[in-house]
């Protein structure tokens, strides 16, 4: 079978990177750039490089930092449609998964006639888009790196635009700028990296040598990063290998994309409002435990991946071994023990177990196990009782 793996071409990595942004977009020739962020990300200073990056390359700038958390569609609109009225002709996105899932597709929609609502699913975004540079300020969703914008629609579904147009021109890798991200935020973000490298190695239609040899990296990196970012953020060396192991994780998983523990965690920030990176925390224990008879053999190799110095014994003690240390590190990064955390409570089950049905066709096919509705309400019981071992 022939596989096709696609990334961007340009990545620029180092402390300090977000300020070479100016000589990055003269190679445009933008006379006019939109930059996209969030209110909280700008008033902690993380796009203040920038912008006068793009002041002293003569460039003019527009800033929107309208961006709330999860990408919610009318906003992507109103800035696609800021793009339009100012002219813009390049777009920068300096925040977290929902301000680069944003300004993706803002980029796209400025340029091209396509409505949002036409554009949901696979391979739909055909047309042009704007010259666009991600920065990410969380590590991470990897959306950086990733063909996929995730969208809150107005009745709080979330729906995902996946096409090659969405993957960016360059890549800007600065650590400085994850810094001041506050502990709790670090190791959710972290652990939504780390779940996005396992998906991808154990995909079970797409996973290949390529994502592979990623995922593997991005899980030694992460796995011995996070408890150290979580302890002392301004561990710059640490915060630089996580922003490196997400970036690899999300080259993963756009190439193997993620399964259950995505499909169960959208639910849980649908519903109860609850960030992407906790509910992805919330469930991946769980879900690793049910998928375990199908992946033990691809569990057992992780498992010294994550713990140096681990000895192998057999495939069924080291996929357990693997279970257990991605436990303790949601334990020792201060990740609830159960969703009642998060205010789920036993009634609420079975419409969650129903949300999570709803990512059969783009998520759930790639689970190394078949799940139905029954079993999905299962693994969110043991979830909600903080159990994960039969
Ligand atoms: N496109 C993809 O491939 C992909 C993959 C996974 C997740 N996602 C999406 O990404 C979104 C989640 O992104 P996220 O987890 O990065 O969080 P986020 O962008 O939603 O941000 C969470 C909070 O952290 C703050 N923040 C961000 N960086 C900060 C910093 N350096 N210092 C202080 N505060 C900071 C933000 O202002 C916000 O309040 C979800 O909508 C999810 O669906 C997309
Ligand atoms: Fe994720």
Redesign the pocket.
Known sequence: MAITFQTPSNIRFGAGASSKIGELLKGYKAAHVLLVT????RA?G?TRNAEAAIAEAGIALTVFDG?????PSHVIEAAAEICRECGVDAVVAI???????TA?LVAYLAKTPDKLDDIYGIGRATGDRLPLLLV???A????E????????TPNDE?K?VISPR?IPDWVILDPV??????PH?TA??GI?AMA?AIEAYTGKIKKNPTSDQLALKALALLSANLRKVYTDGSDLEARLDMLFGSMLA?MA??NSP?AAV?ALA?PI?EIFDV???LS?ALVLPYVLEFNRPAAEALYAELSDVIQPGYRRQSDAADAAAFIAEIEAICRDCGVPGSLSAVGIGEGDLSKLAKGAMKHAERLLVNNPRELDDDQARAIYAKALAGVSRP
Not at 38 to 41: G, M
Not at 140 to 143: A, E, F, K, M, V
Not at 177 to 182: Q, V
Request: glycine share 16%; net charge negative; proline share 5%.
């Open positions: 969030d209110e909280k990300v902690a993380l961006v709330v958390v999860d990408a925040g977290g998964g929902s301000v680069l899932d993706k990410p300020t969380t991470g969703t990897g959306s790196v990733t063909p996929i914008s995730i969208v809150k979330k995902a969405l700028l994850t810094l001041g991200l506050p935020l959710q973000t939504d996005h999300g998983f756009a993620v995505h959208y920030g960030g992407h990176g992805v």
